[in-house]
């Protein structure tokens, strides 16, 4: 079975340049999963799709952060403008949403993740 | 106070020993737990979920209190394949379910 895929592996930009990233998730996944993950800490979840409806998106930083999923698959991640702080790693994942609709409960898989640099 | 505590180590064990660590939760009302294992820069993976009976899968054990709010991991005659980090994660109910995710505890075993 194939795995959650994402494309680039690795990006350099410049501040106040804009990027994209792109995920496909594991077939039959309903739900997918974007993280920023700062080297040292834990991922941080930036937004939560259920099929192509945002679930949660309270920690994406809207100003500059946007995100869609628009036939339900696969996914963007843009970011415009960057920021020196936004360097990181960007992970996909995906699952597949319980009976209860409690995606939590489920097993996330992930994609091996690009590695953005803002020089 | 984080959400979600964990030490960041590194844990330096020598092959063969037991190793232990905690992962401290702030929020009474989470409802899953899950231990999931990060090798070097690589993307996490499901080591195990943790029921409240507590469980195990071959040299590893987790727990849960849910009166101290912690979880923890056991792993019994480490190998120097079990050197990662080893990432906790919480789920919480709110307006929908939350995942929140520990900064990592960095193991590294010896020969």
């Known amino acids: 079975e194939a795995g959650v895929a994402q494309s680039p592996r690795y990006k350099i930009i410049e501040k106040r340049q804009s990027v994209a990233f792109w995920c496909n998730p594991i077939s039959g996944h309903a739900t997918l999963y974007w993280y920023q993950q700062i080297l040292g800490q834990g991922p941080k979840l930036l937004i939560q799709f259920q099929n192509n409806g945002v679930v949660d998106d309270s920690q994406l930083p809207k100003d500059r952060f946007s995100a869609e999923r628009l036939k339900g698959v696969d996914s963007t991640l843009k970011i415009q403008p960057a920021k020196l702080e936004d360097s990181a790693v960007y992970l996909c994942?995906?699952?597949?949403?319980?009976?209860?609709?409690?995606?939590?409960?489920?097993?996330?898989?992930f994609g091996p993740g690009t590695r953005l640099t803002v020089l | 106070r984080k959400e979600v505590e964990q030490d960041p180590g590194p844990f330096n064990v020598p092959e063969g020993a037991t190793v232990a660590f905690n992962c401290t939760y702030s929020?009474?009302?989470?409802?899953?737990f899950f231990w999931y294992r990060q090798d070097c820069r690589k993307e996490p993976k499901l080591l195990m979920s943790v029921y409240s009976s507590g469980n195990e899968d071959g040299r590893f054990t987790a727990q849960l209190n849910r009166a101290s709010q912690y979880i923890s991991l056991l792993i019994r005659d480490s190998k120097l394949s079990d050197s990662a980090t080893y990432l906790c994660v919480v789920s919480v109910y709110g307006s929908n379910y939350q995942l929140i995710w520990g900064a990592g505890t960095k193991l590294i075993i010896k020969p």
């Open positions: 929020n009474s009302a989470s409802q899953s």
């Open positions: 994942a995906s699952s597949f949403p319980t009976r209860d609709s409690s995606p939590s409960y489920n097993e996330q898989f």
